[in-house]
């Protein structure tokens, strides 16, 4: 009972207030909730990445600070080390909670709140501009039915 409770304290939100949609259910089905959430976060990152990706190809600096081949490089290093970070910080919630039930729960809500920032990240450092041109894509999680 603690660790349900603790669970529906902890994890992530809705945009908009709304309760989370895995929330009271069996074990299995919180976690399998869960992982359905942390793909479709993680499709979702990807396609921002995507775009990000070619955006920095195309050298968007002004002017530009460095070659392609250096921007791309920077670029996919740096997202190769947010993912080890996502990795050992989820893991290391997962070991936090071992003792319990909810453990896989608290680390696919890490992965998934983790997962849905860094989009958010991309959009807001490579797909967007700092005058009044519409994004590249709209902002991520606006709107979305999670």
């Known amino acids: 009972m603690i660790a349900a409770l603790a669970l529906l304290a902890l994890l992530p939100m809705q945009a908009g207030g709304?309760?989370?949609p895995c929330e009271g259910s069996t074990t299995i089905a919180v976690n399998q909730c869960l992982a359905n959430q942390v793909d479709a976060a993680q499709a979702e990152l990807d396609r921002?990445?995507?775009?990000?990706?070619?955006?920095?190809?195309?050298?968007?600096?002004?002017?530009?600070?460095?070659?392609?081949?250096?921007l791309l490089t920077g670029f996919d290093a740096a997202q190769k080390a947010w993912e080890k970070y996502r990795d050992a910080q989820c893991d290391n919630i997962?070991?936090?909670?071992?003792?319990?039930?909810?453990?896989?729960?608290?680390?696919?809500?890490?992965?998934?709140?983790?997962?849905?920032?860094?989009?958010?990240?991309?959009w807001e450092s490579f797909l967007t501009y700092m005058d009044s041109t519409p994004p590249v894509l709209p902002e991520p999680g606006v709107g979305s039915d999670d």
């Not at 070991?95 to 983790?114: D, N, P, V």
């Open 48 to 70: 921002y990445l995507a775009a990000a990706r070619e955006r920095v190809a195309q050298g968007a600096g002004d002017p530009p600070a460095a070659t392609e081949k250096e």
């Open 94 to 122: 997962y070991r936090y909670w071992q003792s319990g039930t909810i453990r896989g729960a608290m680390a696919l809500g890490c992965k998934l709140e983790l997962t849905r920032e860094r989009a958010h990240f991309i």
């Open 18 to 20: 709304k309760t989370d």
